[in-house]
């Protein structure tokens, strides 16, 4: 019977059982080498940082803050907050100033362990603007100070806090006292106003998750794991510690561009990921075929042909594929698919989960024809990520987002909104009472603003019902606040933000015409109509210009991308706006398709 250690002993615990046998391992980027970290180290460097934590005099349930890109550092804090019944809180390395503001206050936080120079400057000019926080702690070396700073230290200087485990017996004490409803973290999302909200994740909530998890996953001690969606995302985060859990070694990718090349260096056997980088995989296996030559083609589109015939129609289904079929598949699998793999560094593949966002169907099929077990998953951060997902021992349906996981509980409400009850869920938002009770019902489900339905045991999802777009990234815009704020602009009469399960955000822009014609005119440059001054370039460029310099208080993936000026207004003879002139988003993306897709051509 599976029984996970809980997270105030986890990495003690398996230094117990595996010792000096590598815990993680990280690229040194100065000597261009990936280092070990062992279990043992691992332990030490916890206990190190739980006994610093508590000369800081970090109270019981305390709030910190970590903002960082992934590395080491980011797990050592975690678990030694975790043994001393303190609360993390990550951020993303790309929060900006106007977000980490909001979190530090709401939060109450005194401590926040930084990354590299982004988020330090940005940790600094919000230390000067809120009082409350007293010190940086810096987990990279390179960081240059500001000369105003004379409060923060190293991650080496905070370790050495810790150093003879002075605190060691109130360590003890505490992590014995540990109860199932604290707070482990608390993830901030945003909320369908912009505003963020706090969702709880307690050590009750990890524990049901890990359970679980029990026989879903083909997971062990032997598989080597790229982390490359940040810490601060519900998916990796929870992940990562069932991968922990089990044993598996993790292999930490510094920085997120770099993670193909890490691919080809570590070759990892498992990797959480969203739908977007299999896209990108999936580009990058299309544009060698097109480069490659008329025999190779025809080589790679049949190797192709018959994994998805043998992976999709037969494996998939649960049924055995004829003798002639299994004997084609393994010569592939021995030369073109092993080439292809070896391409990408996955040569040693197991399985790897995908979730975030919807996965299309043409990728699917590719993932698992070029024979890599994805496991397409369903979850949210209030439900401490998966809700369900692909069996590896059970028949998988393309565009389904798998199978319940063991101990939650689904329903359906209005408009077929997936409810959710069980461990896993979420009590509630930090702070916000309110929120908390508009989201989970007086029968304690909780509604997730996704539609979807059961069939044949699999859940597959059809719309989202809350006004909230998500890239094809995993990550969440609201709309309207961008909106409102971008609409400021003299030359802007009406934005629509475009996100919703697209790569990044784009908008269609309505601009002042007038306004705009008149500052052209101004600047030598007339147009003979609305058409042609939209379609301008320089045009375009000045009012991208103008866009931008109101979107900097914006997290990088919210900011829009690329934009379109349409020559005529929305309007109510088209359907495209309400009685109350209120734009219909379904309508838009209709009657605009064309011109939206357009946007998002490479």
């Not at 699917?364 to 692909?390: K, N, P, Q, R, W």
């Not at 890239?471 to 996100?499: C, H, M, W």
Request: net charge neutral; aromatic share 10%.
């Amino acid at each position: 019977m599976f029984c996970a250690s809980p997270l105030s002993t986890l990495i003690h615990d398996q230094a117990k059982k595996y010792g000096e046998r590598t815990a993680m391992m990280y690229r040194d980027y100065e000597k261009n080498v990936w280092k070990k970290i062992s279990w043992n180290e691992f332990s030490k460097r916890v206990r190190l940082a739980s006994n610093a934590m508590l000369k800081l005099g970090v109270g019981v349930q305390e709030n910190m803050a970590v903002f960082s890109q992934n590395m080491p550092e980011c797990l050592i804090t975690d678990f030694a907050a975790y043994g001393i019944r303190a609360v993390t809180i990550p951020f993303y390395a790309t929060s900006s100033e106007m977000q980490v503001k909001y979190m530090v206050s709401d939060a109450s936080i005194r401590y926040i362990f930084v990354g590299e120079q982004y988020q330090y400057d940005t940790a600094l000019r919000v230390q000067q603007l809120a009082p409350r926080v007293e010190k940086l702690i810096l987990m990279t070396s390179d960081i240059e100070r500001d000369e105003r700073d004379t409060t923060s230290i190293t991650y080496d200087e905070f370790l050495a806090l810790g150093e003879g485990l002075p605190f060691d017996d109130e360590v003890n004490k505490r992590t014995a006292g540990l109860k199932e409803d604290d707070l482990a973290n608390i993830l901030y999302t945003s909320g369908t106003t912009g505003l963020s909200k706090g969702v709880m994740l307690t050590h009750r909530m990890y524990n049901a998750a890990f359970k679980g998890h029990e026989g879903a996953l083909p997971l062990s001690d032997k598989d080597l794991v790229m982390n490359f969606l940040p810490f601060t995302h519900v998916f990796e985060r929870g992940w990562t510690y069932l991968c922990l859990v089990y044993g598996a070694t993790l292999a930490v990718n510094l920085k997120p561009t770099d993670v193909l090349n890490s691919m080809k260096e570590v070759h990892p056997t498992c990797m959480c990921a969203v739908p977007r980088f299999w896209e990108k995989v999936y580009s990058g296996v299309k544009e060698k075929i097109r480069n490659s030559s008329a025999v190779q083609r025809l080589l790679i589109h049949d190797a192709l042909k018959v994994g998805r015939e043998y992976n999709v129609t037969y494996r998939m289904n649960g049924k055995k594929p004829p003798l002639a079929l299994e004997l084609k598949y393994r010569f592939y699998e021995r030369t073109i698919i092993a080439l292809l793999l070896q391409n990408l560094g996955l040569e040693r593949a197991n399985f790897f989960p995908t979730a975030g966002a919807a996965i299309p169907k043409e990728v699917e099929e590719f993932v698992h024809a070029a024979g890599i077990m994805m496991i397409a998953g369903y979850g949210l951060t209030e439900s401490t990520a998966t809700v369900s997902c692909d069996r590896w021992n059970q028949k998988i349906s393309l565009g389904s987002v798998g199978r319940v996981l063991n101990g939650v509980q689904v329903s359906f409400g209005e408009n077929n909104e997936v409810l959710l009850k069980g461990d896993t869920i979420t009590k509630g938002y930090y702070r916000k009472a309110e929120v908390t009770e508009r989201s989970i019902d007086k029968d304690g489900w909780f509604h997730t603003g996704d539609a979807g339905y059961m069939k044949d045991g699999e859940l597959y999802l059809t719309d989202r019902i809350k006004d909230l777009f998500k890239t094809s990234n995993g990550k969440y815009i609201a709309p309207q606040l961008l909106e409102s704020k971008l609409s400021v602009d003299r030359f802007v009469d009406q934005i629509v933000i475009i996100a919703d399960r697209r790569k990044f955000v784009s908008a269609l822009v309505i601009p002042e015409y007038d306004v705009l014609m008149k500052a052209a005119k101004e600047h030598g440059r007339t147009f003979s109509s609305r058409a042609e001054m939209c379609a301008d370039p320089d045009i375009n460029k000045f009012m991208m210009f103008r866009l931008d310099t109101l979107q900097q208080e914006f997290a990088h993936y919210e900011q829009v991308k690329r934009i379109t000026l349409l020559p005529e207004p929305f309007s109510l003879e088209k359907g495209e706006l309400t009685n109350t002139l209120k734009v219909k988003r379904p309508v838009l993306n209709e009657n605009y398709k064309d011109i939206i897709d357009k946007m998002y051509e490479d």
